[in-house]
């Protein structure tokens, strides 16, 4: 049982019809794909902060063939259930716990090679590329262009490794057949740039940019170095992608993809790209020259339906999905790594799903919170532009930013609870560190009881939960009215 359905879904199409069946799909007709997407993915995603709709554009302006736009796939719990098979969540919590059971038989799945796939029914080739037929938005009014790849999938193979990596990067429309992207230092698609460079040869590239929204949780969050997006997302579905060799440079295209561009970056070919509003609130980066690809190969099934994601201040069309896989994969982490006592995990929307963690913790011994913190502030799925990692006892809601904001009031002594990692990994998107620094510093709190006098702690003033009961059942006429 997947979810509700027998199977997962076999392509972006029908889990666009089972999100359309789940009352979750908004449609928009007549967008503009200058500003008006954006502004009205800005319009639902911040309207609608609690529970927003998957968007898809259609009768886009000036491309009257059928081509629509999706944008929020994965981004509520229903969604994100629909997406990754599991049962139908009532809340948040409840898809980090389905990740969390799933994860306790969990086995990658490799993809698999085939002849053909929908994504070869239409082949662009050298001149006839023309990046302009489809409705690339220009989203955010202080962008420097036109973004083709947002929620993109940018597949490469590792020439040291033997792996094929697949990270999310953003890529701008430079004209018709050039693209130019951006990859923060450190990332695994940029060392593997790299060691094509050093090794003098053109680092060849697909950039699919319309795809079953499993790869882009793949492809957007830090897997492990050495395992392939393809793999991680064909555990989850329980059967393997399919992908067909692409035509230049024998590249894995995912055989159900909507769009694929094929090209190779060069270390010599550059253009500016940039500024480009960003998942943490900020236009941080600044103008820069960064590699460009210049596409020789389009790939596209008819009527494709291009996959976006706006970055913009939170609450966007992705941060919450991100907010529960981070939450379930930290916790998965830790725990593999040896912590006992974890209770909850919740990287908030605020903090982009990176800035701003809470771990919920029973604590068993003295220095098991510390212990916590260090390792929720720096295993691979935190390591990444982290801030404040909090960790709280087990009776705080991890979700609930009342709660931790009370443990942090009352639990919490600024001059002895909190500690700081020095030099940690971030990059130019992190508003807060001066241009052309890499790292960052961030805290790790200590918001529970302290452990060596846990026992003495001051009681907490709630009445009992037998007493609630009692007197919410004596009074079932009066409380119901409010
Ligand atoms: C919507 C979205 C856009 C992203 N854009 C970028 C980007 O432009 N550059 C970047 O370095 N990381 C970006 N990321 C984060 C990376 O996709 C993420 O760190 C991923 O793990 C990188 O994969 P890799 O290290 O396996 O190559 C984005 C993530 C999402 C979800």
């Not at 003098?200 to 170095?225: M, Q, R, T």
């Not at 939170?314 to 981070?326: A, E, G, I, T, Y």
């Amino acid at each position: 049982m997947y979810n509700e359905y027998d199977a997962p879904h076999k392509d972006l199409r029908e889990l666009i019809a089972r999100v359309e069946k789940s009352g979750e799909l908004l449609k928009i007709p007549g967008a503009d794909w200058d500003l008006e997407m954006g502004t009205l993915m800005e319009a639902v995603y911040h309207k609608n902060a609690d529970n927003p709709p998957a968007i898809q554009f259609t009768d886009v302006p000036g491309f009257d063939d059928g081509q629509t736009v999706v944008s929020g796939l994965t981004n509520s719990s229903k969604r994100l259930a629909i997406t990754l098979g599991f049962p139908v969540p009532e809340c948040p919590m409840d898809v980090v716990k389905s990740y969390r059971e799933r994860m306790k038989g969990y086995a990658p799945i490799p993809a698999v090679e085939v002849d053909d796939g929908p994504i070869m029914e239409n082949i662009d080739r050298d001149d006839d590329v023309d990046l302009y037929k489809f409705p690339v938005p220009f989203l955010h009014e202080l962008d420097g262009g036109r973004y083709i790849g947002t929620d993109d999938l940018v597949i490469m193979h590792d020439p040291g490794d033997d792996w094929t990596n697949i990270g999310t990067y953003r890529s701008m429309l430079h004209n018709k057949n050039t693209v130019g992207l951006w990859m923060s230092p450190g990332k695994q698609g940029r060392q593997i740039r790299e060691k094509y460079w050093a090794q003098g040869k053109p680092c060849p590239v697909l950039i699919s940019i319309g795809h079953d929204p499993l790869l882009f949780l793949a492809s957007g969050n830090e897997i492990k170095y050495g395992l392939s997006e393809f793999a991680w997302a064909g555990g989850h579905r329980g059967i393997p992608f399919e992908t067909v060799k692409s035509e230049l440079y024998g590249l894995p295209i995912p055989s159900h993809s909507e769009i694929v561009l094929e090209g190779a970056m060069y270390p010599d070919k550059t253009l500016p790209e940039g500024p480009f509003g960003e998942f943490t609130g900020y236009y941080a980066s600044e103008v820069s020259n960064e590699p460009t690809m210049k596409v020789e190969r389009v790939y596209h099934r008819t009527k494709p339906i291009m996959t976006i994601a706006s970055p913009m201040m939170p609450p966007s069309d992705f941060s919450f999905c991100k907010c529960v896989m981070k939450s379930g994969m930290i916790w998965d982490e830790i725990e593999k790594a040896g912590l006992n006592g974890v209770q909850g995990v919740w990287c908030h929307e605020a903090g982009g799903a990176r800035m701003f963690n809470v771990i919920s913790l029973k604590q068993a011994y003295g220095g098991h919170a510390k212990q916590a913190a260090m390792m929720a502030a720096n295993c691979q799925s935190a390591s990444y532009m982290g801030r404040w990692t909090i960790v709280v006892d087990e009776d705080i809601d991890p979700t609930n930013m009342f709660e931790v904001l009370w443990a942090l009031s009352t639990r919490c002594d600024p001059a002895t609870s909190i500690d700081f990692i020095r030099d940690a990994w971030s990059g130019p998107l992190d508003p807060r560190i001066p241009k052309g620094q890499k790292t960052n510093s961030r805290a790790i709190v200590d918001a529970c009881r302290p452990f060596s006098w846990i026992d003495e702690f001051p009681p907490v003033a709630r009445c009992t939960e037998v007493q609630m009961k009692k007197v919410q059942k004596k009074f079932k006429h009066i409380l119901d009215k409010i």
